[in-house]
């Protein structure tokens, strides 16, 4: 797409109207405690918990949560680092405060403002107009920022409405200040091929930016904003490529452009406010934005409202006991679930990007005209039933819904539902379509709230060639042929060739296989629940596609080639003695083994018997445990457990499935503790949190339910492990009426902290001896009782 057809689509819409330690603690009395008759409470104010600065040593553009809402439009908050999508945004042990952005998404960035004093040097550039920060002078919680610019004596305060950023900035006196907008400038993983700005009354500018297209998202994208100023401005002027420039009629535009506002004479502690909206749409919609949500000038009620919005969303779980740190990281966890964002504005009106220029679309609305939900600007959802989509399905619906309308939108709009939604369009993230279970959970839970049919057919056309499995990561263009669709459908697996084949990235074949089997099962799954027995049969027989990888006489998932014969030379891991070829997506044979949900009972058998099986799979553990669960050196291809991606997320809980629940207790929890298990800014995830899989993985874990299948089936069921608190209460929408709430309990029993295998369990007061409870029951509400023990219970759970 190229910048003069953006530009023409600019004047039609410019014109539109490690955790503290478990057994630290001192033990508990002699007898059983329950815990939730205790004097101990639940936690009243989850957002006071939650604590965005865990982890950001080193994280992706994307990952602070301060001056924002759950799934909120703007995502403002300071930068400290620009030049890519890793390592990059806010890096805690970073001297320097570049600016405060307001878009902060996998692949789109844009509108950074930074205050500063004395004589203006914004032309150049964002590195020249740095200050230095503390944070001993710091505040942090989801919905508000507070630091202090110790180059230029400025308090920065941030927090945010939806589509709103709001700033709050206490100067020093000052013979002149200014408020930069290096429009221009290239923040986090994205460069700008155009900026506009122009002043629009006399404390008010508005424009836009072009984000330039990447390798993951290939087409530019636009965003306009409107910016307003509690004070009459004294200047309004800016700079072209590092040369400052008079505007023009009011407006300074091109690549490498910028403005800045300026105010003479500041007294001691004057405050200058600053509202900026944004739109993906058009600058009527930004104003539309500004207005609707933020009409007024009271900061403290917005940061009010952004803690109340924080708690209510974490507030659906509460939980009571544990340490006060493993609180901070439950809800710390959760915060991270509510990372995807908004991209429509307050009328229902989005871009849509996919064809050859861009088209303004509405979401649907009721009868009054409110849109009945948002379109969704998210990453992929590799992954995600082992995390998201069951939390999602449990406690979340409306959310889930939300990302499977905009991924159902792209089939509406263009034809194919897509894999992610970056900037609008297609970006081919992962491989498979990893949409296809999300969908499947909801319908297979009762939730879905959209079209069981459109989401057949959507999921359907990317099961077969012609659709999204055609492309491998990333593959653009026409005539893809790096996904192996039709190979897995000829041959019955994606063979080592598929290397060569097309273009793109994640071309391993045996990872590909897993991969789409698991989502065929998923396919017919919710094809079985709407009648589709014909596809159902098919989709069934290819789901066992994984038994054309197993070699039983390594007892590993192997790559093959086209002929048939296994690749060589061969190990379950990588490393310098065993250079053994690719052939799985971020991961390796020792995981990709395990990548059955759909059929454990078969791979079980095939592995020998549930001992052998347990016994291997404990074997992976112990090698991985010295790693505290993650890649030795960080290669995704040497771990023989991998808990920093993905493909690893159920391993752990597949000794319940072999006989042996009490070392799903045992490893969920040593998981949890040693990888998920920090509160500070170098420890808590260790690795890509991935816009909430890992946090959701960790909200599951400390729970104590999961699903291996994700939520995916004509009668789900959830797998009971040892839940961390001594009382959780889950509040989630009703199936039967998503307006009336239900809860589900979950209680505690213990002697001491360390207490972690159970011994028994009652649901709603009957005993309960296996290790899975229907979901239906959850969703009935109710209460699962667990008693634990320091020994082994050797005979519950057994199935």
């Not at 006489?553 to 310098?576: A, C, I, N, Q, Y």
Request: proline share 7%.
């Amino acid at each position: 797409m190229k910048v003069k057809n953006i530009l023409l689509f600019l004047l039609t819409a410019a014109g539109a109207p490690l955790s503290s330690g478990f057994g630290q603690g001192a033990d508990g009395p002699a007898d059983l405690v329950d815990r939730a008759d205790s004097s101990a409470a639940l936690v009243d104010s989850p957002a006071d918990l939650a604590d965005p600065l865990i982890d950001t040593r080193s994280p992706r553009w994307d990952y602070l949560k301060s001056a924002t809402l759950p799934f909120g439009m703007v995502a403002l908050s300071p930068d400290t680092k620009h030049g890519n999508l890793w390592k990059a945004g806010y890096r805690y042990d970073d001297p320097y405060i570049l600016n405060f952005s307001h878009v902060h998404n996998m692949q789109t960035a844009g509108i950074p403002v930074m205050p500063v004093t004395g004589p203006c040097r914004g032309n150049e550039g964002i590195e020249a107009n740095k200050s230095r920060f503390s944070h001993e002078k710091e505040v942090v919680k989801p919905g508000y920022h507070k630091l202090f610019l110790e180059d230029d004596q400025i308090t920065a305060e941030l927090t945010a409405t939806c589509r709103v950023g709001m700033h709050r900035y206490t100067f020093p006196a000052t013979g002149q200040a200014h408020l930069l907008f290096d429009l221009g400038a290239a923040l986090g993983p994205t460069e700008m091929s155009y900026a506009y700005a122009r002043q629009t009354g006399k404390n008010e500018i508005e424009g836009y930016v072009v984000n330039a297209p990447t390798y993951r998202r290939p087409k530019p994208y636009v965003i306009h904003f409107v910016a307003r100023f509690s004070k009459p401005f004294d200047a309004f002027f800016g700079w072209k490529n590092g040369v400052f420039a008079e505007p023009e009629a009011g407006i300074i535009s091109g690549e490498g452009s910028g403005v800045y506002v300026t105010y003479k004479n500041l007294k001691e502690d004057e405050q200058i406010l600053l509202k900026v909206a944004i739109s993906y749409v058009s600058p009527g919609n930004a104003r539309l934005n500004l207005e609707t949500e933020l009409p007024h000038w009271n900061f403290e009620q917005v940061v009010a409202e952004a803690r109340k919005a924080w708690n209510d969303y974490l507030g659906r779980i509460r939980v009571e006991g544990g340490t006060k740190q493993q609180q901070i990281k439950f809800y710390t966890d959760l915060m991270h679930t509510a990372g995807k964002r908004i991209s429509s504005d307050v009328d229902g009106s989005y871009a849509d990007y996919t064809g050859p220029f861009p088209v303004i679309r509405g979401v649907p609305a009721d009868s009054s005209g409110k849109p009945v939900r948002p379109f969704m600007e998210g990453d992929g959802l590799w992954g995600t039933h082992w995390n998201l989509n069951i939390l999602w399905s449990l406690v979340y619906p409306e959310y889930g819904n939300w990302m499977a309308e905009t991924f159902l939108d792209y089939y509406r709009n263009a034809g194919t539902m897509a894999r992610c939604s970056w900037g609008g369009n297609y970006s081919y993230v992962m491989v498979g379509d990893h949409i296809t279970p999300l969908l499947a959970a909801l319908v297979s839970t009762g939730r879905n709230s959209f079209d069981p049919e459109l989401a057949w057919s959507a999921a359907r056309k990317n099961a077969f060639p012609g659709g999204i499995r055609d492309r491998a990561g990333y593959e653009s263009g026409p005539n893809p042929s790096g996904g192996g669709i039709d190979w897995y459908i000829d041959l019955g697996y994606v063979p080592m060739e598929i290397a060569e084949r097309g273009k793109g990235l994640h071309r391993g074949g045996a990872g590909m296989t897993l991969e789409y089997a698991y989502q065929d099962w998923c396919l017919a799954g919710m094809g079985r629940i709407i009648g589709k027995e014909t596809d159902v049969a098919l989709l069934m027989k290819r789901s066992e596609n994984w038994r054309n990888l197993f070699d039983p006489e390594t007892g590993w998932m192997r790559p093959r080639d086209l002929s048939g014969e296994w690749t060589e030379p061969f190990s379950p891991v990588f490393d310098k003695q065993h250079p053994t070829p690719d052939g799985f997506i971020e991961g390796n044979a020792a995981i990709y083994t395990f990548y059955v949900p759909q059929d454990m009972e078969g791979l079980i058998g095939a592995s020998g018997g549930k001992k052998a099986f347990a016994d291997k799979l404990n074997a992976s553990f112990l090698k991985a445990q010295p790693y505290n669960f993650f890649s030795p050196d960080g290669n995704h291809r040497t771990g023989w457990v991998n808990y920093k991606n993905q493909p690893s997320c159920a391993m752990a809980h597949l000794f319940s499935y072999a006989g042996e629940p009490w070392k799903t207790q045992y490893w969920v929890r040593e998981v949890k503790e040693r990888a998920f298990g920090g509160t500070d800014p170098y420890s808590g995830y260790n690795g890509d949190e991935d816009q909430g899989q890992m946090g959701a993985l960790g909200v599951l874990m400390a729970m104590g339910i999961f699903d291996i299948h994700g939520c995916v089936g004509e009668k789900p069921a959830l797998e009971i492990t040892s839940p961390l608190f001594d009382r959780t209460v889950i509040t989630f929408p009703s199936v039967e009426d998503p307006s009336h709430m239900n809860t589900f309990e979950i209680n505690v029993k213990r002697k001491n902290r360390d207490d972690i295998y159970i011994q028994k369990a009652t649901l709603n007061g009957q005993r309960w001896d296996r290790f899975q409870f229907p979901v239906s029951q959850f969703f009935k509400g109710g209460k699962l009782e667990i008693e634990l023990g320091k020994t082994p219970n050797y005979k519950w759970g057994i199935p």
